[in-house]
């Protein structure tokens, strides 16, 4: 293994090749330091990519990926600046299948950036704040380089053994932070919406954001839950600590939150340092359908741009915007939709473009990210209404009513067509 302290004596060429494809960790868990390096050298070396899910840093700017092309499942993040300028190039996959692809070979992965907390007393190093697919790369990756960062926490979980990394960056620097978003009058409505369907013992997952926060801290008064989610915030903290996350209830990791990545600040990386009570685990468990299976009272919470009155569900791209990503969201509504007492959430506002849209739609602007037969519970700041099970006449009906009532006319005549029809 080599060692290399910082930036000052690492030249990326002596590990990468003309045309390699890297694949980095994503969001707070972000190789940063090498990102500045492959921004820097990339040019030079030629032809390289590099797949990211997220990124929040702020380092993949237009202007700094010029010398090699970049992939993401969506543009979450600051990668949404990317598609602006068309320098994103945008894979449909589902999170659960970033891993499989990549030990397949369909997703290239000739170098693995991987960050790491310092070894343990067996020279095993955490994967840190995010683990998802980094397993999978980490085997595929002809060579695996490591930023070492003093900053990163050792969490519980994915280990990466000292003798696997081809070379060591050695860094102290604050790992990627993702402050809590502020909360509008609308987010904290459609999370009264939702919370009601959040009863004692249920688990939970949700994503980062203002939704997800005002939900969670509505649930206060709520017993026993658990986490089993693809990512965890800062709210995580003060259910923990309120005692209302226990995780008690869960028949598999009791007493245990599962996550794979950890989006948040220096409260939570704190907290989750060498702390037993989380655990973190590749997308091969946290987004596996015969693991959410076994969770009884699974509620899942996802956003969308927009839904049809069918309830088909479009989380990714409007016109020739393209503003979020598949993400985990099906693998994750599957889950909730199919979990005894459980329920799948997908959480939006009304209305966008300061009111002058309908979220509610007749015809999605943008592909069908949730199939309308996965579709469970769409949920707006003006009521939930329940799909699972109902006719689409039916659909269109429960999903006029939690529309802006500006809308709710127009949406009318559509739903008067569809149920002439019956479909």
Do not use: W
């Not at 979450?76 to 945008?90: F, N, P, Q, S, Y």
């Not at 299976?293 to 088909?312: F, K, M, P, Y």
């Not at 990210?369 to 109902?390: H, P």
Request: with cysteine.
């Amino acid at each position: 293994m080599r060692i290399v302290n910082g930036l000052g004596e690492f030249d990326l060429a002596e590990f990468v090749r003309p045309g390699d494809r890297i694949v980095m960790g994503q969001a707070c868990g972000e190789t940063t330091t090498l990102v500045e390096a492959l921004i820097e050298q990339g040019e030079r070396i030629g032809g390289l990519s590099l797949f990211t899910a997220t990124s929040f840093s702020g380092v993949l700017t237009p202007e700094a990926v010029r010398g090699f092309r970049v992939s993401s499942m969506g543009a979450i993040g600051t990668l949404r600046a990317l598609t602006k300028e068309h320098k994103l190039d945008v894979i449909p996959i589902h999170v659960s299948q970033v891993g499989p692809m990549i030990t397949d070979g369909i997703l290239g992965c000739d170098i693995a950036f991987v960050s790491v907390s310092p070894a343990d007393a067996d020279g095993n190093h955490s994967l840190g704040l995010v683990s998802d697919y980094m397993q999978a790369a980490i085997a595929k990756a002809r060579v695996v380089i490591a930023e070492v960062n003093e900053q990163v926490p050792y969490t519980h979980g994915e280990l990466l053994p000292a003798d696997r990394i081809d070379c060591a960056v050695k860094v102290s620097r604050a790992p990627v932070e993702v402050a809590p978003a502020r909360m509008s009058e609308t987010d904290e409505a459609i999370a009264t919406h939702a919370a009601q369907f959040v009863e004692d013992g249920s688990v939970l997952q949700v994503g980062v954001g203002a939704v997800p926060d005002a939900l969670l801290r509505r649930l206060y008064d709520r017993r026993d839950l658990g986490v089993h989610s693809g990512m965890v915030g800062d709210t995580l903290v003060e259910l923990v600590e309120a005692g209302v996350v226990t995780n008690a209830r869960k028949p598999i990791d009791t007493g245990v939150s599962i996550t794979g990545a950890l989006i948040g600040t220096k409260r939570l990386y704190e907290f989750v340092d060498r702390n037993p009570a989380l655990k973190m685990c590749t997308t091969a468990y946290t987004h596996d359908a015969g693991v959410l299976a076994q969770l009884d009272r699974l509620v899942t919470v996802n956003s969308a741009i927009e839904v049809d009155l069918g309830g088909q569900v479009n989380a990714e791209q409007t016109g020739s915007a393209y503003l979020g990503g598949t993400g985990g969201q099906v693998d994750f509504v599957r889950g909730g939709a199919r979990s005894r007492g459980g329920h799948a959430i997908i959480a939006l506002p009304a209305t966008a473009k300061n009111g002058a849209v309908s979220r509610i739609t007749t015809r999605l602007s943008g592909p069908v990210t949730t199939a309308r037969s996965d579709v469970d519970v769409i949920v707006t700041e003006f009521g939930a209404a329940e799909l699972k099970g109902r006719t689409l006449a039916e659909r269109a009906r429960r999903l006029i009513d939690i529309a802006h009532p500006d809308f709710r006319e127009e949406l009318e005549r559509e739903a008067n067509e569809i149920a002439r029809r019956g479909f």
